[in-house]
């Protein structure tokens, strides 16, 4: 009996080592079969650095039991003592897996198998294990000496001598060797069948792609032809009985069980379909017949037993099959569909528990890498390999794969084939499924060498690694490019110099040489940024194609792609991230302004993506809101030494977010992608005039503080305020919108008047120097004729200036301005005082008089005379012209003085809300109202077109037929329909001109 002290001791140091059940470790510790050993503290030590001590030790325990006599339980354990690689690999098997315990116990020499550790057994291949079957002879032969080659491939694994990927190629060499051995078995029980035909056996999924699992279906194609000129179908007949007798050696359970299951499901027809062909029966039926899954899954196909020389023939018959895949149409949909169906039939209950099927799962993996490789590897053959992480390998070094992203879906998929494995190992059985009981959870989580709290520790990162899987699946799957990739004709997806030349000029490129000299800068090379712009190119030139201006567009990206080479992120957005690709060829290819804008500040490309954009910009094209603007206005003028370097800093903000702008109104406009306004021609009108007044605020909100700031420190002597007019103060600036302002002050308490305008009055002339300073931005001009007395009159005025002149001068013309005053910058409490000074004017109580109403009438009519620039065709002047802007804006004008006192919906700045409220209120007709405001977001339209297209602004339509023509498919008409657009435009305002002859000339 123990004595109590001495069990004491032995029972904490049990638990120190990992036992669970110490109690009954004890008991097996004092088994007569333990006797020699029971006090060494080597073999304690060496039970509690398995996966699990206690089933180590029971497994110990059954083994020595198992021996003969004492002399083989001697022999045993003296090794075992003596030899440490033995210790680490006979008790790391035996704490990992129940089955290889069993199987030891049932046959306990072969422990033996485990004691050779020369460095030429580190990696054994298919001719080693071919030598340890060789003396099985009939199928139970062959599940024992099967498993005893799987015990020496197990302990490997679980002391780290391997790692998964090599594993995963010994179980498929294994498992090569073991259907060699099955199909001379069956061949020797039917010489006959032999003698008739030549029968070769293809491996296909993870048998063929060298990554098998310790429990898996061996997938397998079967082909078979005549040997020595018999008949054809009676050698596929013999064929067929040889290989159902060899898969049946295989699967058949036995008193030592099963090896694995043969699966022949792959072959065509499937179940269905016979389970031998011959090579021309089966190249027949993928030339007419295969769906997109089957050339797929013969990425793997490879040629393992029976006849080598037929099965060779078969892959290099199929394989030019495989690489055309791509080409069929909706393949990377088709292949996508399939992938969301496998997750789709995966039962709820194990959804969350599925490392292979599930979302994150091992097939994410599997199907981003293969479909990459079937869409890339029709021109680059470094990509063709059946084995997953050599593929993910060759993709990251040819570029289409990001180098961080592979990385870490290599650890990943490692991490997930690992656990597989251990999980699999325990009983040897096929599962796929993290188990839910706390022991195997434990026995996994020590098998990682996790040992402080391995469940919590094991989950944890699992969750990390599929959260990794799932993303980078996602990510590299789904993006767009590899299905404008794939629709690419093979030839076009290398660009050789004389393809090149005839697909530029069929493209519809004006200067293909000056093209080619772009490619080849852009794409020479064996560096990694030529391999990824050789990805990139071929879709990039048909995407600007589809432009007015292929020429200038594929200009626009070598400029682009010089000035930022040397930044690591830029191709990599190109090739991963959305639509940033395609975006970025619309937008270079649109005209002008877009591309001068991002010429001046390059890394707003980033801005084309989904992540985050950089020098401070959130990414995407979405505007940001005026308050966020501001405030990073503000910041940078805070930092900057003097008003012009503050200033500069606020025109660097405006130019990034102007290119912003512009990209979501030209991405918008295209319909390349869900942009905010894509499906709303007006939305995107209110989106882009919008954006723009609020940046214009936002500068001149900053350029105020940097005046201030430079001339007077923190506080002004008068409170001052910006209160934007015009298409300004109704929200609807255009890209080259003057600022139409007034300038409005009022003396701080203890200022006399005269020093406080003396210094509003330096406020507004440095502030309009400062924005005047020559710059390769975008003008941001203030304009002030507006002010009370226009250019006569003083720029700046205190309120209570403004409030004398309105009560004693103020004219009709300057009520209807003033009907688009809005504060935007300075002191908020002046700005609403001004508007509450002038509510009163502009929404008259009673409405207006006649004769107010005629004098607006006959401001109008002498306006269009007067005022149209001579020659221009008033069909086609966007804003003085028949339905143009000013025709629309004039009637909702009109109607806002005349019923805003009553009518609250229309007092507001912008145009289309004023109108939808008046058609509202029933004081113009839905129709009506529908006719104005088409013309008016059309015209708006046309005037940001010819922004974007010119670089500079315009009233009327181009005279140059390349940009008349940009122009049109900024507006949507394809080539060959400029005549379309002009006439639309003149119909649209035609019928808008009809409706302003009735609701404002009344009729």
């Excluded at 026995?443 to 899987?469: D, K, M, Q």
């Excluded at 293909?512 to 050789?534: C, D, N």
């Excluded at 003008?779 to 002030?784: G, M, R, S, T």
């Excluded at 009159?793 to 013309?813: C, D, H, I």
């Amino acid at each position: 009996m123990t004595a109590p002290g001495r069990r004491s001791s032995t029972f904490s140091r049990l638990l120190r080592h990992g036992f669970t059940d110490p109690s009954a470790a004890e008991r097996l510790l004092e088994s007569v079969e333990l006797t020699a050993v029971r006090n060494d503290p080597v073999l304690l030590e060496a039970l509690g650095a398995t996966a699990d001590p206690d089933l180590a030790l029971l497994g110990l325990v059954r083994l020595l039991e198992a021996q003969p006599d004492h002399k083989a339980r001697r022999e045993v354990l003296d090794t075992l003592i003596a030899a440490k690689p033995l210790r680490d690999r006979l008790l790391g098997v035996l704490g990992a897996s129940a089955a290889l315990g069993d199987h030891l116990f049932r046959h306990p020499h072969d422990w033996q198998a485990l004691v050779t550790y020369e460095p030429q057994d580190l990696h054994p291949g298919v001719a080693e294990f071919e030598r340890g079957l060789a003396e099985a002879t009939d199928p139970v032969a062959l599940r024992v000496a099967y498993r005893r080659c799987l015990l020496s491939i197990a302990a490997r694994d679980v002391c780290g001598t391997t790692d998964v990927a090599q594993v995963a190629a010994e179980l498929a060499d294994l498992a090569t060797a073991t259907l060699r051995a099955a199909l001379a078995i069956a061949r020797a029980a039917a010489p006959d069948d032999a003698a008739l035909c030549r029968l070769a056996v293809i491996a296909m999924g993870k048998c063929g792609g060298h990554e098998l699992n310790y429990v898996s279906d061996v997938d397998v194609i079967f082909v078979g032809e005549t040997a020595d000129g018999a008949d054809e179908q009676k050698a596929v007949r013999a064929a067929t009985r040889l290989a159902a007798h060899m898969m049946r050696i295989c699967s058949e359970s036995t008193i030592e069980g099963s090896i694995w299951p043969v699966d022949a499901n792959l072959r065509p027809e499937g179940r269905n379909g016979p389970l031998v062909r011959t090579l021309s029966s089966h190249l027949a039926y993928y030339q007419r017949w295969a769906k997109t899954w089957e050339f797929q899954a013969l990425l793997k196909a490879r040629p393992v037993a029976g006849d080598l020389e037929l099965g060779e023939q078969y892959v290099a018959a199929l394989e030019p099959l495989v690489w055309k895949a791509a080409e069929r149409e909706n393949f990377v949909a088709d292949v996508q569909r399939m992938r969301r169906r496998v997750v789709e039939n995966i039962p709820a209950a194990e959804i969350d528990r599925q490392l292979k099927l599930g979302p994150g799962g091992l097939r994410d993996v599997e199907f981003a890498v293969q479909l990459l490789q079937l869409v890339h590897g029709r021109a680059d053959t470094s990509l063709r390999s059946g084995t997953t992480l050599d593929a993910l390998r060759a993709l990251a070094v040819g570029g289409y794969v990001g180098r961080q992203d592979a990385a870490q879906l290599d650890a990943a998929y490692r991490y997930l084939r690992s656990m597989e494995h251990r999980i699999q190992l325990y009983r040897l059985r096929r599962t796929h499924l993290v188990p839910e009981d706390e022991t195997d959870l434990r026995r996994i989580g020590r098998s990682f060498g996790l040992r402080t709290e391995p469940v919590a520790e094991l989950n944890r990162e699992w969750r990390r690694h599929a959260a990794v899987v799932r993303r980078l699946h996602e990510k590299l799957f789904y993006r767009p490019l590899l299905d404008a990739v794939a629709q690419l004709a093979p030839g076009e997806t290398r660009l050789s110099t004389g393809a090149a030349r005839e697909r530029l000029v069929a493209l519809g490129y004006a200067d293909p040489a000056a093209a080619l000299r772009h490619l080849e800068a852009l794409a020479s090379g064996v560096t990694r940024k030529a391999a990824i712009q050789r990805t990139l190119l071929p879709v990039l030139l048909g995407w600007f194609a589809d432009s007015a201006d292929p020429d200038a567009g594929l200009l626009n990206f070598r400029k682009v792609s010089d000035a930022l080479g040397r930044t690591p992120w830029y191709l990599r957005l190109l090739r991963d991230e959305g639509a940033a690709a395609q975006n970025l060829a619309r937008v270079l290819s649109a005209g002008r302004l877009a591309p001068d804008l991002l010429m001046r500040a390059p890394e707003a490309v980033s801005l084309l993506g989904d992540g985050e954009g950089v020098a401070g910009g959130a990414g995407g094209l979405e505007p940001r809101e005026r308050a966020h603007l501001e405030q990073e206005i503000l910041a940078a003028v805070g930092r900057a030494d003097g008003a012009e370097q503050g200033v500069t800093a606020a025109r660097g903000v405006r130019r990034r977010e102007l290119f912003r702008t512009a990209a979501m109104d030209i991405v918008g406009s295209y319909g390349t992608e869900a942009s905010p306004a894509a499906a709303d021609q007006g939305a995107l009108v209110d989106l882009v005039g919008g954006a723009v007044s609020d940046l214009t605020a936002a500068t001149l909100a900053g350029t105020l503080r940097a005046v201030v700031r430079d001339g007077w420190g923190d506080t002004l002597p008068t409170r001052f305020a910006v209160i934007g007019m015009g298409r300004f103060g109704g929200h609807e600036l255009g890209y080259g919108s003057d600022a139409d302002v007034l300038f409005v002050h009022e003396p701080r308490e203890g200022v006399e008047e005269r020093e406080a305008s003396e210094a509003a009055s330096k406020v507004v002339a440095e502030m309009r120097r400062l924005l005047q300073i020559p710059s390769a931005d975008p003008p941001l001009l203030i304009d002030a004729d507006l002010r009370p007395e226009g250019k006569s009159g003083p720029l700046v005025r205190t309120l209570k200036s403004y409030e004398a002149y309105y009560r004693r001068w103020s004219l009709g013309w300057e009520s209807q301005a003033l009907l688009r005053a809005e504060p935007f910058a300075g002191d908020e409490d002046l700005g609403r005082r001004f508007i509450e000074l002038i509510d009163p004017l502009r929404y008259p109580a009673d409405g207006l008089g006649e004769d107010a109403v005629r004098e607006i009438r006959r401001l109008k009519a002498r306006m269009e005379s007067e005022r149209l620039p001579r020659g221009a065709d008033p069909t086609l002047h966007t804003k003085l012209g028949r339905g143009g802007l000013s025709d629309v804006e004039w009637t909702v004008q009109l109607l806002q003085l005349r019923h805003g006192w009553r009518e609250p919906g229309l007092r507001t700045t912008r145009t289309r809300d004023a109108l939808a409220a008046a058609r509202a209120a029933g004081l113009v007709g839905a129709e009506d109202a529908a006719t104005l405001d088409e013309a008016w977001v059309l015209a708006t339209r046309v005037r940001n077109a010819v922004m974007l297209v010119r670089g500079r602004a315009g009233d009327t339509f181009p005279s140059d037929s390349r940009e008349l023509a940009a122009v049109g498919r900024y507006l949507g008409y394809g080539p060959g329909h400029v005549g379309d657009m002009l006439d639309d435009y003149r119909r649209t305002t035609r019928r808008a001109r009809a409706v302003v002859e009735e609701l404002f000339y009344g009729g």
